[in-house]
């Protein structure tokens, strides 16, 4: 099961990525504020928290963890989709679910709940292809695979989004990225 700290650091690299593609998507979002969190201190400690946030770049909304967990939950919904055989229906899904979840605003949830809520998706997706390898689907040994063509899916949706094509790859592999981080999986460089 992800830890913690892999949750959190695989919703990091997602919120990372996902700055140009708000700037298209959401651009009303662009107050860092609306992204604050309040966090428990000691859980900020642990989590690391409390670092500084990454260089803002001119005109890219900063966004935050709990934006790139919720993201990353629809990622894992993906992976759940593509081995269920209902892929094209996420991918369909993708064109407002993904505009609504990068407009939020964070409500009551904190930033905790919702990396607890990624933890416990990422178990999900272990628990089903656990299953899927002891009935011979060759579950497991497939996940690098299945992280890639969620990739080139999300890259495409993304595109269809008017996303220019540049900040859609490099989003969609940032969030692949992540996605296999949660798994132990290592990405290997791609040349584009």
């Given at each position: 099961?992800?830890?913690?700290?892999?949750?959190?650091?695989?919703?990091?690299?997602?919120?990372?990525?996902?700055?140009?593609?708000?700037?298209?998507?959401?651009?009303?979002?662009?107050?860092?504020?609306?992204?604050?969190?309040?966090?428990?201190?000691?859980?900020?400690?642990?989590?690391?928290?409390?670092?500084?946030?990454?260089?803002?770049?001119?005109?890219?909304?900063?966004?935050?963890?709990?934006?790139?967990?919720?993201?990353?939950?629809?990622?894992?919904?993906?992976?759940?989709?593509?081995?269920?055989?209902?892929?094209?229906?996420?991918?369909?899904?993708?064109?407002q679910r993904?505009?609504?979840?990068?407009?939020?605003?964070?409500?009551?949830?904190?930033?905790?709940?919702?990396?607890?809520?990624?933890?416990?998706?990422?178990?999900?997706?272990?628990?089903?292809?656990?299953?899927?390898?002891?009935?011979?689907?060759?579950?497991?040994?497939?996940l690098g695979?299945?992280?890639?063509?969620?990739?080139?899916?999300?890259?495409?949706?993304l595109r269809?989004?008017?996303?220019?094509?540049?900040?859609?790859?490099?989003?969609?592999?940032?969030?692949?990225?992540?996605?296999?981080?949660?798994?132990?999986?290592?990405?290997?460089?791609?040349?584009?």
């Amino acid at each position: 099961m992800p830890t913690d700290y892999a949750c959190h650091a695989a919703a990091e690299q997602a919120a990372n990525s996902l700055g140009p593609v708000c700037a298209v998507l959401a651009p009303e979002r662009n107050r860092p504020e609306a992204e604050a969190e309040v966090m428990p201190v000691m859980l900020r400690d642990y989590l690391g928290a409390g670092r500084p946030s990454p260089t803002v770049r001119a005109g890219i909304p900063v966004v935050g963890v709990a934006k790139g967990a919720m993201v990353l939950r629809l990622c894992l919904d993906g992976l759940r989709a593509e081995m269920d055989g209902t892929l094209v229906l996420w991918h369909a899904g993708l064109r407002q679910r993904l505009p609504e979840v990068l407009s939020q605003t964070r409500g009551a949830a904190r930033e905790w709940q919702v990396l607890q809520e990624l933890q416990s998706d990422s178990q999900d997706v272990l628990t089903y292809l656990a299953r899927r390898d002891r009935s011979g689907q060759a579950g497991a040994r497939m996940l690098g695979e299945q992280v890639a063509l969620m990739e080139d899916v999300l890259s495409g949706a993304l595109r269809r989004l008017s996303v220019p094509a540049g900040s859609a790859d490099e989003c969609a592999s940032g969030l692949a990225g992540a996605v296999g981080a949660l798994f132990g999986l290592r990405s290997s460089p791609v040349e584009r």
